[in-house]
């Protein structure tokens, strides 16, 4: 099963509204990833949030983790056209491993509509 | 001009063919990956390097094969025991020195492979 689960599947807003995305997981974890994908090409890395870490933001980004809920949000300010895209979290399985393995969700589409 | 590539982009292969899919990095990372991606699905990973010469299934290596001779390159054979391989296909590498968690991956632009 899947370790990392995005909700919505799908969401579409007009131009400059906010956009959120939430990420629920199973197991603990040492960190949570999210990435983006348009539509048709590899995956982009845009945020990596430890466990021990609430908040992040990177330019019109903001990520929460909430490890007690097992879950964590993806915020995009401002949302542009070209924010349209698929978006991924990505978990570890809580092991202290070396580049271990991440399993990644079935992502949420978002649709920004000019 | 760093990064990952695959190639090529676009693969038709007939029923019964083994195709082989290329993925190269020049990032110097130690760890390399492969995915599969059904239409609306997330990636599921099929196998992973960690080091040269050494590699681990993920959890769908049924009818895949892979090699990691050179620290650069992970090719990626899809047999013809693998009966479903219509699918878009991502290589990903990390630096493999994450001392908890995992690391960041970088993808390449994928491979869409379509059986006729």
């Known amino acids: 099963s899947q370790q990392g689960e995005e909700d919505p599947q799908a969401l579409s807003i007009q131009e400059g509204e906010n956009a959120t995305m939430n990420c629920s997981y199973k197991?603990?974890?040492?960190?949570l990833q999210w990435y983006r994908q348009n539509s048709g090409r590899g995956l982009v890395h845009l945020i990596l949030?430890?466990?021990?870490?609430r908040e992040k933001h990177s330019g019109r980004l903001r990520v929460t983790l909430d490890t007690s809920k097992k879950s964590s949000s993806l915020l995009i300010t401002a949302s542009r056209a070209a924010d349209t895209a698929s978006y991924f979290c990505?978990?570890?399985?809580?092991?202290?491993?070396?580049?271990?393995?991440?399993?990644f969700g079935d992502g949420t589409t978002l649709t920004v509509k000019p | 001009d760093g990064g990952i590539t695959q190639s090529p982009k676009y693969l038709f292969r007939k029923e019964g063919q083994n195709v082989t899919l290329s993925c190269e990095q020049n990032?110097?990372?130690?760890?390399m990956y492969w995915y599969r991606q059904d239409p609306g699905q997330g990636l599921r990973l099929i196998y992973y390097?960690?080091?040269?010469?050494?590699?681990q299934k993920g959890d769908i290596a049924e009818g895949y094969s892979v090699s990691r001779e050179k620290k650069e390159s992970f090719p990626l054979t899809v047999t013809s025991a693998q009966k479903n391989p219509t699918a878009f296909y991502l290589c990903a590498s990390s630096s493999g020195r994450a001392t908890s968690g995992t690391d960041t991956q970088y993808f390449g632009p994928g491979t869409r492979l379509t059986v006729l």
């Open positions: 990505a978990t570890d399985n809580g092991y202290n491993t070396n580049a271990g393995k991440s399993t």
């Open positions: 949030i430890r466990s021990n870490e």
């Open positions: 990032l110097n990372h130690d760890a």
């Open positions: 197991t603990s974890i040492n960190n």
């Open positions: 390097s960690q080091i040269v010469n050494d590699f």
